[in-house]
């Protein structure tokens, strides 16, 4: 792929990304969304559906998460890369939807910030700021080796 091709690509997903902050967010169940922009240091956290705010949540970490790889793989072109980042996305998930959910559910952690940042890593594509330079830290260390 050529590099305008590519960078014309990018730009693309990029914009996706925002898309989805932009034009997803209100079609969504997010409670929270209004909870965060009040006075929540005063209030208690709103009643959730539960199912569907979980099932609202996950969508949106899915589709950032698809979108993300996809860039991944513009940028470094490699299977592995989108390999290692899909396993690093279902753990992820996996491992902040169950603390989101009992944090929240049975009011483990007396605070407000730590239920603001669960849910901020999980419907916002924060992961790929994180994997982009760990993988371009990697092939700048195998190119070093190699010489």
């Known amino acids: 792929m050529g590099k305008i091709a590519k960078f014309g690509l990018l730009f693309l997903l990029i914009l996706c990304l925002i898309g989805v902050r932009v034009f997803l967010e209100p079609f969504l169940y997010d409670p929270l969304i209004d909870y965060f922009k009040s006075d929540y240091l005063?209030?208690?956290?709103?009643?959730?559906?539960?199912?569907?705010?979980?099932?609202?949540?996950?969508?949106?970490?899915?589709?950032?998460?698809?979108?993300?790889?996809?860039?991944?793989?513009?940028?470094?072109?490699?299977?592995?890369?989108?390999?290692?980042?899909?396993?690093?996305?279902?753990?992820?998930?996996?491992?902040?939807?169950?603390?989101?959910?009992?944090?929240?559910?049975?009011?483990l952690i007396n605070g407000y910030l730590v239920i603001f940042y669960l849910r901020r890593f999980l419907i916002h594509p924060i992961i790929l700021l994180l994997l982009i330079p760990a993988f371009y830290y990697q092939r700048l260390a195998f190119k070093s080796n190699d010489n």
């Open 42 to 107: 005063h209030k208690p956290i709103p009643d959730l559906n539960w199912s569907l705010y979980m099932l609202n949540l996950s969508f949106r970490f899915f589709i950032n998460a698809i979108i993300s790889l996809s860039i991944l793989y513009v940028i470094f072109n490699k299977k592995s890369v989108i390999r290692f980042s899909s396993k690093v996305y279902v753990i992820t998930f996996l491992i902040l939807m169950i603390l989101f959910f009992l944090v929240i559910k049975y009011q």
